[in-house]
C-alpha cells in the first residue's frame, strides 16, 4: 500500500508541474480516500491534512485558470480567417492539405475546440487520417487533458475499421514519445493485428515526414552563441514543426527572428536523435488560449 501511495503522489507531482491541475487533483482525491478506509497508517489525520492542502491550492489555480479569458470564443468568420491566413498552402499541396494545416493554425492560437472539429472532419479522410489523429492528441495535451487523449486513443483501438495495424502503431509510437518527453504514462494498449481490418493497400504510397517531438537548437553566433536550448514541439505539418517560445525568454525571441537560419539543430523523434538544419519560417505572438503572450515559433526542416 505504502508503494502505491509513493507512486500516487509521484505521478501527482509530475502532472503538477507539467500544468494537468485536474489530473493531479483526481491523483490526490484517490490517495486521501485509500488513506481514508484503511487504519493502519501512523499519522493519519495529519497525512490527511498535508492532502487537503494540496488539493485546496489546486483548486485555487484550477479556478484562477477556469475564471481568466484563456479561451475566448472566436465567431466563426474569424476562425475561417485563421486558417486562410495561417495555412501556408501552394499550388502543388492538395486542398485536404491546405484543411490540415488550416486546422493546425486554429490550434497553434489556442482555439482547440474549433481545431478539433476541423481535425475529426479531417480523419474520416483516408490520405489526413494519421496526421489528424497525432494533432487530435496533441490538442488534449496541449489542453491539460491526459485523460481524455488516453480515451480517444482507446476509443480508435476499440472501433477497429479505422486504422490498420500499421497505422495505430505510429500514431501509438509517437503518443509514447510525447508523453515520455513530459514524464507522463498511459494505460498500455495491446495491438493486435486481428483488432483491425487490414486494408492491403494501406501504408502504399505514404510518405509521411518523420515526427518530430523536440529540438535542441545551439546557436551558432550572437549573444548567446554556443548556448543550447531545447524546446518541445506543440505541431507540426509535413517538415514544419511549430515550438512555443515564453514570452519570459526574452533573449530566445530575439535570436530567432523569421529568416535566421539554424545549421546545428537535434530532432528528437521516436525512432532516434537526428542533426539537421532548419529555418525560422514564421513567428506569431498568441493573442489568446492559455499560451496567451508566448510566441508561436515555426521552422521549416531543411535537412536531417
Not at 484562477?64 to 484563456?70: D, G, H, L, R
Not at 493497400?201 to 529540438?215: C, K, R
Amino acid at each position: 500500500m505504502n508503494k502505491k501511495i509513493k507512486s500516487l503522489l509521484q505521478q501527482a507531482e509530475v502532472y503538477k508541474k507539467q500544468g494537468l491541475l485536474s489530473e493531479a487533483r483526481k491523483k490526490y482525491d484517490f490517495v486521501k480516500e485509500l488513506i481514508q478506509n484503511n487504519d493502519k497508517f501512523q499519522n493519519k489525520q495529519k497525512l490527511i491534512e498535508s492532502l487537503d492542502k494540496k488539493i485546496a491550492g489546486l483548486n485555487r489555480s484550477i479556478k484562477t485558470v477556469e475564471s481568466a479569458p484563456i479561451k475566448p470564443e472566436m465567431s466563426e468568420h474569424v476562425n475561417e480567417l485563421i486558417k486562410k491566413l495561417f495555412s501556408f498552402s501552394s499550388k502543388e499541396k492538395s486542398e485536404d492539405d491546405a484543411a490540415l494545416e488550416g486546422a493546425i493554425a486554429l490550434a497553434k492560437f489556442g482555439q482547440f475546440d474549433g481545431a478539433l472539429k476541423e481535425f475529426q472532419k479531417l480523419i474520416e479522410i483516408e490520405s489526413q487520417r494519421v496526421p489528424a489523429a497525432k494533432n487530435i492528441l496533441r490538442c488534449h495535451l496541449e489542453m491539460g487533458s491526459v485523460d481524455h487523449a488516453n480515451e480517444q486513443l482507446s476509443g480508435w483501438q476499440e472501433s477497429k475499421d479505422l486504422f490498420s495495424v500499421e497505422q495505430f502503431e505510429k500514431i501509438s509510437v509517437f503518443y509514447d514519445d510525447i508523453l515520455d518527453k513530459k514524464g507522463l504514462k498511459k494505460e498500455t494498449l495491446n495491438v493486435e493485428e486481428k483488432d483491425f481490418e487490414l486494408d492491403a493497400a494501406d501504408g502504399e504510397g505514404d510518405e509521411e515526414f518523420l515526427d518530430i517531438s523536440a529540438v535542441a537548437i545551439t546557436f551558432d553566433d550572437g549573444p548567446n552563441k554556443g548556448e543550447q536550448v531545447e524546446l518541445d514541439v506543440s505541431f507540426q505539418s509535413g517538415n514544419v514543426i511549430s515550438l512555443i517560445v515564453s514570452s519570459k525568454d526574452e533573449h530566445l525571441i530575439e535570436n530567432l527572428k523569421v529568416g535566421v537560419r539554424l545549421d546545428d539543430v537535434h530532432f528528437y523523434s521516436p525512432v532516434a536523435i537526428f542533426r539537421g538544419s532548419g529555418v525560422v519560417s514564421a513567428k506569431t505572438q498568441i493573442k489568446s488560449g492559455p499560451k496567451k503572450g508566448d510566441f508561436s515559433l515555426d521552422i521549416k526542416i531543411e535537412s536531417l
